[in-house]
């Protein structure tokens, strides 16, 4: 519940109307006047979203800021007011920027531009200053009226100020104290901020032990003054550390024992100098930051940031290998990022900055937190170069992270920067092993088997002494052995990788790769088998706290059993190396239950992710989803375009048992089409998979389309697709008498968006009726245009109109 908006009554009022009829308010005023306040009870019964843009310092942040709290995750290549705009439109709730102080002349235009490329976007922004942009309302918010010399001691100010006294636990005379009151009122010059810190001191001091205070500075020096010398100290220390912390970081800032530090906690709070968040972590006020600030020396930044350094070193595991995803620390990261910066800024410590990151990587990558980890790790590398051998780990790491957070291949400068480190490295041979194994990962989801397992042999050869890169290494060898359709290669040199694992350390690999051979279990038609691994590695993961393991052994086990639970519900924070296969679950599941158009869409949105992230085998199995769903729709065309599309990518990795799928799918089109050429699809589809000893399973293994009785002369080889057989693989059908129109150009998405537009629909209302993020149909609509030749909804539109 938020404190009484004491005086505000008409400016709440008038605030509630303008937000009814306006979709960009700024409510301005000077500082302490209680604009937030007012905000607050003027937005509570609406759908609104809160940013603490206090602090920030660029438009980039700013933007950025709104964009994570409205948890809209950016694909690779969104530019932040668009992922903004996007996030704003598919949230449907009122951004509240809070607390903007911010003196650059480009965020004005880039929220007018936002508000103007949106159909319901809502903004509100509290700021001592306003853009003056066309689409901007302002409201403003002064001080409270004061009483004057004369006439009666009344008004919202006296009540605020009274309110305030009595919370602190106190009481005031106005008749005894009615001159030190006004003198006091009239010093704060009716800012509620300064009403309230005067109002707090009196509660203490009494009336008349309370100097006038005519500034937010002076208010603030008045409490502070009256603190106790450690809370001093505490103050002035927590004024270094720039985000939210526990009792703990606290307690080790200050340097006092959990009970000493809850006592200066305690007192913070309650004159207003400290503020507790909703989790129960503290944080000072800017205003308070600043002036604690021109109290603190220099031994106080140092001593705030040795001790967030020893925190930092005291929680983060002791094995940079091992991390789980429960870590008590990570409900502090902020705390831990800002000690690892410290850290590393400082050469004397760096040392020690390169250690922490290191350390926390594994707890950060185990709870899919990648955008976290990127961010610190770049930032130690950026700090400076430390220990040779944990720096080439770092730039490994990050370059891990940001592939998963940026796209497949965009850490892989950061693996070229971590064979720089090797060079200097104690043991460089051993770093380039491990460098390589986390190469052949990059290829392997590429699609890029041949380079995977070229990178893999490499780093198994480079580390023959088993160190622990073979082990990854041959963990990549084995998943691409999968893919390939080589299983008893797989399950050969899995045995080997599950026998070598000592400890909990890298245990992840183990897990993985007991994935993987249930996944060997599901080609194979071994239902039964495969559902083993997948509860026994889901299990395992569990109680190691590998939250990653334990996602990817549930989705596996959906696909034996879609009834089967799964621990995590949202998909939006998830890396994109994760999320994907997920989200196909998802599709396969609303497939099978019959819901043919949602799966429909939601595997192109996985197939537009996978290739602006190249994630090459997630994007041939969102193909043969999508066309699946389009076979059920009846959209043959489009489903024979897709199917063989799908087949061309599995061709090329090769995955052969993608490839039957994919001859599967287009048998089933030709079928419904009375074409007698879906029998040799079908035939060529069975032989890969008796070639490979698999079998198919899933919604092929309940429809089987009619196979042939021979197998067509030179279209497989060793249980693959020849050129000649890709050549001949395609549904020949004929095509109906259409009207000629140049939207023949669309495909069967890309007109039904059309026809929607032409209905005046917005990308959002499309969204929603097909069942897909307004992201998508504006990709769809950019293809459009392209085909099309034209720039306009309204020409596009019109177009429609015509041919109607």
Partial sequence: ??????????????????????????????????????????????????VDAVGLSSADEVLAACVDTLQYDRAPGDTLHGALGRGLDDSGALLVVDGLE???????????????????????????????????????????????????????????????????????????????????????????????????????????????????????RGSYDVLAPEAQRGLRRLAHLDS????????????????????????????????VHPDGRFALLAPVRAFALTRADETDRQRCHAGLQRWADSVAPDDDNFGAADAVWLTDFPAMRAAVLTA?????????????????????????????AVEVLEAALRSGDGPASIGAQLARRAGIAASEVRGTYEGLWLLDRADEHAQLAPDPTLELARTAAIRAEMHLDAGDFTRAEAEARRAIELDARGHGANRQAMRTLVDVHVSRAEFSAATSLASQVIRSQSGDSEAWVSLST???????????????????????????????????????????????????????????????AVRLPVLLQDARDLLESGEAAEAKWLAADVVALADSCQLGRDAVDARLILAFSLLELGDLTQAAQTFRTALEQAVAMPMPLRVADALDGMALVAEAQDLRDGRTLATVAAAVREHHGAAPWGLLARRRPLAARVLPTGWLEAGRLTPLGLRHAKVTHHQTEVEDTVLEALTRAEREIADRVADGLTSRQIAQELFVSPRTVDSHLTNIYRKLDINTRARLAAMVADTR
């Fill in 1 to 50: 519940m938020f404190s009484r908006c004491t005086g505000r009554e008409r400016l709440l009022d008038g605030l509630v109307d303008v937000l009814a009829t306006a979709r960009w308010v700024t409510v301005t005023g000077p500082h302490g006047c209680g604009k937030t306040l007012v905000v607050r009870h003027a937005t509570q019964s609406l759908d609104a979203v809160w």
């Fill in 514 to 576: 007991r994935v993987l051979m249930g996944r060997t279990a599901l080609e194979q038609g071994r239902l039964a088998e495969a559902q083993a691994f997948a509860r026994t590695a889901a299990a395992e993961a569990r109680g190691l706290a590998e939250d990653r393991i334990q996602l990817l052994a549930e989705t596996l086990l959906r696909q034996i059993d879609p009834s089967a639970p799964i621990t995590t519900t949202e998909r939006a924070s998830l890396p994109w």
């Fill in 244 to 275: 939210h912390a526990s009792i703990e970081v606290l307690a080790a800032i200050c340097e006092v024992d959990l009970p000493t530090a809850r006592q200066l906690a305690s007192q913070l709070v309650r004159r207003n100098l400290l503020e």
């Fill in 344 to 372: 590393c800024a400082d050469p004397a410590t760096r040392d020690l900055g390169y250690s922490l990151a290191n350390r926390i990587f594994s707890s950060l990558y185990t709870s899919m937190r990648a955008r976290d």
């Fill in 102 to 220: 911010l003196d650059d002349a480009s965020l004005g235009p880039v929220f007018q531009e936002v508000m103007e490329a949106t159909t319901r976007g809502r903004l509100v922004v509290t700021s001592t200053s306003q853009t003056g942009q066309v689409g901007e309302r302002v409201v403003r918010v002064g001080p409270l009226p004061v009483p004057g010399p004369i006439g009666p001691l009344t008004g919202s100010a006296v009540q605020l100020f009274v309110q305030r006294v009595q919370e602190a636990g106190s009481q005031v005379d106005l008749t005894a104290h009615e001159d030190e009151v006004r003198r006091l009122l009239r010093a704060t010059g009716g800012l509620p901020l300064l009403i309230e810190q005067v109002a707090v001191q009196c509660a203490l001091l009494g009336v008349a032990g309370v100097a006038p205070q005519a500034t937010l500075s002076e208010a603030f």
